[in-house]
């Protein structure tokens, strides 16, 4: 199966930076089949990228998806107080389904 | 509006089986190109793909628990069940049920709230 590994674990940014996460791919991710999910402390999954640089109905454009191949990342432009939260990756490439292991943004 | 809510029993001991039902509303179940799956995730750790069902009875398990679990459906009811046998500590999480995407497959855009199942004697 694909492990997605993501960095970093931890993320500390003041509201209005920059947040750049990364996530890696064990093998290729083929046809940019990988996703960006936000949780917030106590909530479900929420879905934020899909297909590496879609945004999914209703998310703000502050979020974008990049990459292909093995390096996937996802950019949030400038951090509002609802986007501390942890994100996670997820591929669909292979089956199984696989999610990264997470990585929070907390506030500086 | 598509919704989906998790019910079932919050504690259950070891070796016993685990029933879980997720209800849904918004999308039926008989539709091609409609899928539901379970996903769980232990307290303070990341989230783990179990197993979906499509519109035509299809389904797909994670490997490594496909020997544990089973996934149906009951399209009257708008309901899917999930089954686990073999319930150890360690399947101790969070388990939501969630809709798959029909724009691309394996990705889900809307998720129950979740429910807390401990395992422990």
């Known amino acids: 199966e694909i492990v997605l590994t993501q960095s970093p674990g931890t993320l500390s940014l003041s509201p209005g930076e920059r947040a750049t996460l990364s996530c890696r791919a064990s093998q290729s991710v083929s046809s940019s089949y990988l996703a960006w999910y936000q949780q917030r402390p106590g909530q479900a999954p929420r879905l934020l990228i899909y297909?590496?640089?879609s945004r999914a109905t209703g998310i703000p454009d502050r979020f974008s998806g990049s990459g292909s191949g093995t390096d996937f990342t996802l950019t949030i432009s400038r951090l509002e107080p609802e986007d501390f939260a942890v994100y996670y990756c997820?591929?669909?490439?292979?089956?199984?389904?696989?999610f990264g292991g997470g990585t929070k943004v907390d506030i500086k | 509006q598509i919704t989906l809510k998790e019910s079932g029993p919050t504690l259950v001991k070891p070796t016993q089986t685990l029933t879980l039902t997720c209800t849904f509303s918004g999308f039926s179940l008989t539709t091609s190109g409609v899928a539901v799956g379970w996903i769980r995730q232990p307290p303070g750790k990341a989230l783990e793909w179990l197993t979906l069902i499509y519109w035509d009875d299809d389904k797909r398990y994670s490997p490594s628990l496909e020997s544990r679990l089973t996934i149906t459906k009951d399209t009257s009811k708008n309901q899917v069940v999930l089954t686990m046998t073999n319930m150890d500590p360690v399947d101790t999480a969070t388990y939501y049920c969630?809709?798959?995407?029909?724009?691309?497959?394996?990705?889900?855009?809307?998720w129950g709230q979740g429910t807390l199942v401990t395992v422990s004697s």
């Open positions: 969630a809709h798959e995407t029909t724009v691309t497959g394996g990705v889900f855009d809307y």
């Open positions: 997820q591929q669909y490439d292979t089956s199984p389904v696989t």
């Open positions: 297909d590496a640089s």
